[in-house]
Protein backbone atom coordinates (compact mmCIF):
# COMPACT_ATOMS: atom_id res chain seq x y z
CA UNK A 1 0.00 0.00 0.00
CA UNK A 2 2.09 3.01 -1.20
CA UNK A 3 2.11 6.38 1.61
CA UNK A 4 -0.26 8.27 -0.37
CA UNK A 5 -3.10 5.91 -0.11
CA UNK A 6 -2.29 5.49 3.57
CA UNK A 7 -3.08 9.49 4.08
CA UNK A 8 -5.52 9.34 1.84
CA UNK A 9 -7.36 7.02 4.21
CA UNK A 10 -6.19 8.10 7.36
CA UNK A 11 -7.58 11.40 6.91
CA UNK A 12 -11.33 10.80 6.36
CA UNK A 13 -11.07 8.24 8.87
CA UNK A 14 -9.35 11.42 11.18
CA UNK A 15 -12.14 14.06 9.17
CA UNK A 16 -15.08 11.60 10.41
CA UNK A 17 -13.58 11.10 13.47
CA UNK A 18 -13.35 14.93 14.77
CA UNK A 19 -15.40 16.35 12.43
CA UNK A 20 -18.37 13.80 11.95
CA UNK A 21 -18.00 14.19 7.69
CA UNK A 22 -15.62 14.09 5.51
CA UNK A 23 -15.60 15.28 1.81
CA UNK A 24 -13.19 16.43 -1.40
CA UNK A 25 -12.98 20.17 0.08
CA UNK A 26 -12.31 18.80 3.52
CA UNK A 27 -9.73 16.55 2.53
CA UNK A 28 -8.26 19.24 0.09
CA UNK A 29 -7.69 22.02 2.99
CA UNK A 30 -6.36 19.10 5.52
CA UNK A 31 -3.75 17.59 2.70
CA UNK A 32 -2.87 20.65 1.29
CA UNK A 33 -3.38 19.29 -2.37
CA UNK A 34 -5.95 20.75 -5.02
CA UNK A 35 -9.75 19.76 -5.50
CA UNK A 36 -8.90 18.17 -8.79
CA UNK A 37 -6.52 16.17 -7.15
CA UNK A 38 -8.94 15.11 -4.34
CA UNK A 39 -11.38 13.76 -7.53
CA UNK A 40 -8.71 11.69 -8.96
CA UNK A 41 -7.54 9.68 -6.19
CA UNK A 42 -10.76 9.14 -4.42
CA UNK A 43 -12.26 7.63 -7.21
CA UNK A 44 -8.59 5.15 -7.24
CA UNK A 45 -9.61 4.31 -3.42
CA UNK A 46 -13.63 3.39 -4.51
CA UNK A 47 -12.66 2.08 -7.62
CA UNK A 48 -10.19 -0.44 -5.19
CA UNK A 49 -13.54 -0.68 -2.39
CA UNK A 50 -11.58 1.26 0.18
CA UNK A 51 -13.56 3.86 0.35
CA UNK A 52 -17.47 5.04 -0.50
CA UNK A 53 -19.52 8.14 -1.65
CA UNK A 54 -22.62 9.02 -0.19
CA UNK A 55 -23.43 12.43 -1.82
CA UNK A 56 -20.43 14.61 -0.80
CA UNK A 57 -19.88 12.81 2.10
CA UNK A 58 -17.09 9.90 2.15
CA UNK A 59 -16.93 6.63 4.18
CA UNK A 60 -14.27 4.15 4.60
CA UNK A 61 -15.46 0.44 4.00
CA UNK A 62 -13.87 -2.22 6.15
CA UNK A 63 -10.69 -2.94 4.29
CA UNK A 64 -10.03 1.38 4.04
CA UNK A 65 -11.02 1.73 7.68
CA UNK A 66 -8.48 -1.67 8.59
CA UNK A 67 -6.02 -0.09 6.64
CA UNK A 68 -6.23 3.23 8.67
CA UNK A 69 -6.31 1.76 12.02
CA UNK A 70 -2.95 -0.32 11.34
CA UNK A 71 -1.20 3.98 10.28
CA UNK A 72 -2.66 4.92 13.45
CA UNK A 73 -1.55 2.15 15.32
CA UNK A 74 2.00 2.18 14.28
CA UNK A 75 1.93 6.25 14.54
CA UNK A 76 0.63 6.01 18.51
CA UNK A 77 2.82 3.27 19.44
CA UNK A 78 6.17 5.27 18.04
CA UNK A 79 5.05 8.36 19.90
CA UNK A 80 5.49 6.63 23.20
CA UNK A 81 8.38 5.07 22.45
CA UNK A 82 9.46 8.62 21.09
CA UNK A 83 7.90 10.44 24.27
CA UNK A 84 8.27 7.91 26.96
CA UNK A 85 11.93 6.41 26.40
CA UNK A 86 13.55 8.77 24.28
CA UNK A 87 12.59 11.82 26.08
CA UNK A 88 11.60 13.96 22.87
CA UNK A 89 8.50 16.59 23.30
CA UNK A 90 5.32 15.53 22.06
CA UNK A 91 5.03 18.02 18.94
CA UNK A 92 8.67 16.66 17.81
CA UNK A 93 7.28 12.73 18.24
CA UNK A 94 3.81 13.88 16.57
CA UNK A 95 6.08 15.08 13.48
CA UNK A 96 8.60 11.61 13.20
CA UNK A 97 5.38 9.46 14.02
CA UNK A 98 3.86 10.76 10.63
CA UNK A 99 7.11 9.64 9.15
CA UNK A 100 7.32 6.05 10.68
CA UNK A 101 3.83 5.31 10.44
CA UNK A 102 4.27 4.35 7.05
CA UNK A 103 7.91 2.04 6.88
CA UNK A 104 7.24 0.10 10.55
CA UNK A 105 6.23 -3.32 9.41
CA UNK A 106 3.61 -5.30 11.47
CA UNK A 107 6.01 -7.59 12.96
CA UNK A 108 7.41 -4.60 14.44
CA UNK A 109 4.99 -3.15 15.80
CA UNK A 110 3.63 -5.64 17.53
CA UNK A 111 6.91 -6.29 19.22
CA UNK A 112 7.13 -2.58 20.00
CA UNK A 113 3.98 -2.88 21.72
CA UNK A 114 5.00 -5.60 24.00
CA UNK A 115 8.29 -3.74 24.86
CA UNK A 116 6.05 -0.37 25.79
CA UNK A 117 3.84 -2.71 28.17
CA UNK A 118 0.90 -2.49 26.00
CA UNK A 119 -0.30 1.14 26.26
CA UNK A 120 -3.49 1.80 25.76
CA UNK A 121 -3.11 5.34 24.51
CA UNK A 122 -0.85 7.70 23.16
CA UNK A 123 0.77 10.51 24.39
CA UNK A 124 -2.12 13.25 23.39
CA UNK A 125 -4.43 10.72 25.08
CA UNK A 126 -6.09 8.64 22.21
CA UNK A 127 -6.37 5.26 21.95
CA UNK A 128 -4.09 3.38 20.22
CA UNK A 129 -5.83 0.52 18.18
CA UNK A 130 -5.03 -3.04 18.76
CA UNK A 131 -3.91 -5.37 16.54
CA UNK A 132 -6.98 -6.74 15.42
CA UNK A 133 -7.87 -3.11 14.70
CA UNK A 134 -10.21 -2.68 17.57
CA UNK A 135 -10.35 0.83 19.21
CA UNK A 136 -12.59 2.51 21.42
CA UNK A 137 -12.70 6.72 21.83
CA UNK A 138 -13.93 7.89 24.85
CA UNK A 139 -17.18 10.38 24.17
CA UNK A 140 -15.84 13.61 25.49
CA UNK A 141 -16.92 17.28 24.80
CA UNK A 142 -14.59 19.65 24.78
CA UNK A 143 -13.41 22.13 27.27
CA UNK A 144 -14.90 25.20 25.66
CA UNK A 145 -18.56 23.46 26.15
CA UNK A 146 -18.10 23.16 30.30
CA UNK A 147 -20.04 26.13 32.35
CA UNK A 148 -18.58 28.04 34.40
CA UNK A 149 -17.41 26.35 38.13
CA UNK A 150 -17.22 23.42 36.01
CA UNK A 151 -14.05 20.65 37.60
CA UNK A 152 -12.14 18.61 34.66
CA UNK A 153 -9.73 16.04 33.75
CA UNK A 154 -8.41 15.93 30.35
CA UNK A 155 -9.00 13.05 28.39
CA UNK A 156 -6.81 13.63 25.25
CA UNK A 157 -5.90 17.05 23.07
CA UNK A 158 -5.56 17.91 19.62
CA UNK A 159 -2.45 16.36 17.89
CA UNK A 160 -2.32 17.79 14.70
CA UNK A 161 -0.25 21.48 14.90
CA UNK A 162 2.92 21.19 16.42
CA UNK A 163 1.85 25.02 17.40
CA UNK A 164 -0.64 24.10 19.45
CA UNK A 165 1.31 21.05 21.07
CA UNK A 166 3.79 23.19 22.66
CA UNK A 167 1.56 25.65 23.87
CA UNK A 168 -0.44 23.43 25.55
CA UNK A 169 2.65 21.66 27.06
CA UNK A 170 3.74 25.16 28.20
CA UNK A 171 0.41 25.63 29.77
CA UNK A 172 0.52 21.99 31.56
CA UNK A 173 -2.36 21.24 29.92
CA UNK A 174 -2.02 17.07 30.22
CA UNK A 175 -4.01 14.17 29.67
CA UNK A 176 -4.82 13.16 33.20
CA UNK A 177 -4.21 16.61 34.12
CA UNK A 178 -7.41 18.22 36.70
CA UNK A 179 -8.88 21.82 35.19
CA UNK A 180 -11.51 24.44 37.08
CA UNK A 181 -13.06 26.51 35.12
CA UNK A 182 -13.12 29.77 37.17
CA UNK A 183 -14.79 32.13 34.30
CA UNK A 184 -16.40 32.45 31.23
CA UNK A 185 -15.99 35.36 29.18
CA UNK A 186 -19.22 36.20 27.13
CA UNK A 187 -19.41 36.66 23.62
CA UNK A 188 -16.93 33.81 22.54
CA UNK A 189 -14.45 35.04 24.96
CA UNK A 190 -11.93 32.70 26.88
CA UNK A 191 -11.94 31.24 29.35
CA UNK A 192 -10.16 31.46 32.98
CA UNK A 193 -8.87 28.34 34.42
CA UNK A 194 -7.06 26.57 37.00
CA UNK A 195 -4.46 24.40 36.51
CA UNK A 196 -1.74 22.87 38.84
CA UNK A 197 -2.52 26.36 41.07
CA UNK A 198 -1.73 28.14 38.39
CA UNK A 199 -4.53 30.56 36.81
CA UNK A 200 -4.36 31.59 33.51
CA UNK A 201 -6.78 32.52 29.81
CA UNK A 202 -7.27 29.98 27.50
CA UNK A 203 -8.94 31.17 24.09
CA UNK A 204 -11.62 29.27 22.97
CA UNK A 205 -10.26 28.19 19.62
CA UNK A 206 -7.39 26.19 22.19
CA UNK A 207 -10.05 25.29 25.04
CA UNK A 208 -11.83 23.18 21.41
CA UNK A 209 -9.03 21.51 20.73
CA UNK A 210 -8.87 20.04 24.51
CA UNK A 211 -11.37 17.34 25.65
CA UNK A 212 -12.72 16.68 28.57
CA UNK A 213 -14.68 14.58 31.41
CA UNK A 214 -15.68 15.88 34.68
CA UNK A 215 -14.70 14.83 37.47
CA UNK A 216 -16.40 12.38 39.56
Partial sequence: MSESTEMYLLTIYKLNQQHGSAGNTQLANWLGVSTASITEMVKKLADKGLVE??????????????????VIRKHRLA??????????????????????????????????????????????????????????????PPLSDFPEGSVVIVERVSEESPEVLRYLEQQKVFPGEEIRITKVAPFEGPLLVEIGGDSLPLSREIASKVWALEKS
Wanted: charged share 30%; hydrophobic share 30%; glycine share 6%.
Fill in 79 to 140: ERLLTDHLKIPWDHAHEQSCRLEHILSDTVVDSLEEFLGYPKTCPHGHPIPDKEGNVELVDA
Fill in 53 to 70: RKGRKLRLLPEGRSIALK
